[in-house]
Structure formats: C-alpha cells, structure tokens
C-alpha cells in the first residue's frame, strides 16, 4: 500500500494504491483546504468504501442472479463482498494497484488482473492529472481474456452533504429498483428527483441509475460558495445518484452522497440492448475521461 500525492495551488489530490482509490480532494485557497470529496476515515487502513472515489472496472454496480450469457456463453460470477450476494462492482475497489509513474502533476496507475471467480481477464489504468482548478481522471481498460465480452466504466466518487447542497444533471429517465437493488422499470424522470435544475439531495434512500445523461454535472455548497463542475466524455451517458439511510449504514447522518459518471446501466448484461456495455474482442480496449472543475464564488 502506497499513498501518492499530486498538488498545485488550487488543488491537492491523494491517490492510494489500495483499491485505486482517491483517498483526499482537496479544494486550496490561500491558508483554507476545503474537500471536494467526502473526507476520508482516518488510520492507517484504506478501505475503498470509506475513500473519497473508487474506480468501476470491468463494469459497476450488479448483475442479476450473478450470471449473463454472451455470445453463446454462459458466465457466472461469484459474490465478492460478504454482505451482498452479488458481485460488486468489479474487481479494480478490491484490488491492489500499481504505481505506474508519478510526475509533478500527474499520477499512473495500472492493474493486471487475473483472478478467479469472473470471466474477466483485463489491464487496468488510471490517470490522475491536475490542471489550474481541474482535476482530470482517466480509466482504461483492455480484453486480456480468451473470448469477447462486455465491458464497461465508471467511477465512485462520494461528495460532502450538507443542508445547503445542491446537485444539477439533467436526464431522460431513471430506473426503479427492486429489493436486490436492481432496475425493474424505466419512468421519466420527474418531482424529487428531477436534477434538470439546481436541487436539493433528498433525506431518504436513493439508489437510482439515471439514463440520458449530456455528460455535464454541478455540484454547488452554498455555504462555502464553491461550486464543482463536472465534465465527461460521451461514453458517460448515465449516472447514478446514491443517498444512503440510517437504517442501512447506522453511522449515517446524511453528510456525504454518490454521484457515479457511468457508461452503463446496472444489469446491461442482461438488457437486450447490452445498456450502454462495451463489446472488446481480446486486445481491444476501451477508456473514457471526467474531469471536476472548481470554482470558488
């Protein structure tokens, strides 16, 4: 395990190589830090679910039943957190990575992954880089394995949750989930969780997947008055808002919650339409950029 840290004078990034995660984000402005990710938890352990953002590969979120077939195959996956009898969002949060390169601003790091219990077989990369207030993360994945299959991307970030937190990312529609957190029906996106405008996150749980993103997002804090802009390639046209609930996590206060940039529905695997997966031939490879811009009112 290894902590690796890039700054400039409107940034700091901390990045560890436990999970890929990126521990701290922090937002400079002469002698005040504030985080632009959840604050992390403290200790010398990095768990991915306690981090600021974790990444999402192969794919992210679950796949009904743990099995799907493609192209004549059938591929069974097997439950990777003893507290979900699913498969989790792929292997790159339970992974350790490796340090790639680390420049003045920048931070690689890859991950070669070979493991059992899952049909994939893939490489792995992650590129941090600052710029002036934006931060740029960058997740590639390439087929390692025998045969096609698909893939996809996303990241897991956890943002600070305060009364005065507003969210703005305009969609089509969101999913209903079921009891094993998986889509049931697709709706119009309508009242409370309608984010085509500046809203408020609500206090109950949400775990939606929204589809139809235009890949731009804004977070804003009004008391700190620092806004995040968020910018992401085409290949991000969903994303997922999470907000937990007591009764879930008993330690939550409604202080943080997820908003996941992804380039697939949860259970694409399933959906005739392969919800926005990627097919990769082996060697073929698939990546994808979001970038978080702050700005300070």
Same mark, same amino acid.
């Given at each position: ?10 940034? &700091?990034?901390? %990045? ?9 984000? /922090?937002?400079?402005?002469? !002698? #005040? ?18 981090? @600021? ?9 679950? %796949? ?7 192209? @004549?195959?059938?591929? #069974? ?12 969002? @792929? ?15 920048? /931070? ?25 207030? $934006? ?6 994945? $390439? ?23 507003? #969210? ?16 049931? *029906? ?6 409370? /969780? ?11 749980? %949400?775990?939606? *997947? ?13 008391? &700190? ?47 005739? !339409?392969?919800?926005?997966? *990627?097919? #990769? ?17």
């Amino acid at each position: 395990m290894a902590d690796i840290e890039i700054a400039n004078e409107a940034l &700091s990034l901390t %990045v560890t190589t436990t999970s890929g995660a990126i521990w701290r984000f /922090i937002s400079r402005s002469d !002698s #005040l830090e504030t985080p632009l990710f959840r604050e992390p938890s403290q200790g010398r352990e990095r768990p991915a679910l306690k981090s @600021g953002c974790f990444p999402l590969v192969p794919f992210g979120n679950r %796949v009904r039943h743990n099995r799907f077939s493609f192209e @004549g195959r059938e591929h #069974l996956l097997e439950p990777n957190m003893d507290w979900d009898r699913h498969y989790l969002h @792929g292997d790159g949060w339970t992974s350790e990575w490796h340090l790639a390169s680390h420049a003045k601003g920048e /931070i690689v790091l890859s991950l070669d992954h070979r493991g059992t219990g899952t049909p994939y077989a893939y490489d792995a990369e992650q590129r941090f880089s600052l710029a002036g207030p $934006t931060l740029t993360t960058t997740l590639s994945v $390439t087929n390692r394995g025998e045969f096609a299959l698909p893939f996809g991307l996303g990241w897991h970030p956890y943002f600070p949750l305060t009364k005065g937190t507003t #969210l703005k990312a305009a969609a089509r529609s969101y999913w209903a989930e079921d009891s094993s957190w998986l889509p049931t *029906v697709e709706h119009p996106v309508t009242g409370h /969780i309608d984010f085509s405008q500046p809203r408020g996150l609500p206090r109950r749980w %949400v775990n939606t *997947v929204f589809e139809g993103w235009n890949s731009e997002a804004k977070i804003y804090w009004r008391e &700190s008055g620092i806004s995040l802009a968020i910018d992401a390639d085409p290949l991000f046209s969903r994303y997922l808002v999470f907000v937990s609930d007591p009764a879930f996590d008993a330690g939550y206060d409604y202080d943080f919650f997820c908003f996941e940039p992804m380039s697939h529905s949860a259970d694409g695997h399933n959906m005739p !339409s392969g919800g926005g997966l *990627v097919r #990769l031939a082996p060697g073929e490879g698939l990546t994808g950029s979001v970038r978080y811009t702050c700005h300070r009112s």
